[in-house]
């Protein structure tokens, strides 16, 4: 059996960054007519490359089939599905990886559980310490 990989976006990346300063700018620019063109559709276009900057930029978690995206604050985890569950560190009260399933407790009781039969052992090993770290960082 082929395992499979998860792409792990901590959105901490210059370019992306960059990607999506540069769409608000060509957004802004476009709509206010900030430069006066001779053909006055151009701005329009500006316009409407900020916007297609910004549609890049958020389809990224639907570009791969497995997907961890987190910051401080919280993670979305997509594993084998359209689309990806949303967890905020500071309401994550237990985190147990048992039997290639990763079971995370929230403070209300209720339980989120991941399948990582088909997920490489060292990607299961890094999405389990990504929530355990981030949760205890949150917890103090």
Known sequence: METKKIHFDNM?????IA?????????LAGTFELFQFENPKLNKRISAVGFF??????SKMFWYKNYVQWN??????????WS???LSFDQIKKTELIEKKLII???NGKTVTFDLN?????????LNEIIVKNTIANSL
């Not at 990607?19 to 957004?27: A, D, E, K, P, Q």
């Not at 088909?118 to 890094?126: F, G, L, N, P, W």
Request: hydrophobic content about 45%.
């Open 84 to 86: 990806g569950k949303s």
């Open 12 to 16: 901490k990346s210059w370019i992306w």
């Open 53 to 58: 900057l910004q549609v890049i930029y958020f």
């Open 105 to 107: 407790t929230k403070d």
């Open 72 to 81: 401080k604050k919280g993670a979305v985890i997509k594993i084998n599905t």
């Open 19 to 27: 990607i999506l300063i540069l769409s608000l700018v060509f957004i």
């Open 118 to 126: 088909e997920i490489a052992e060292s990607d299961t090993q890094k």
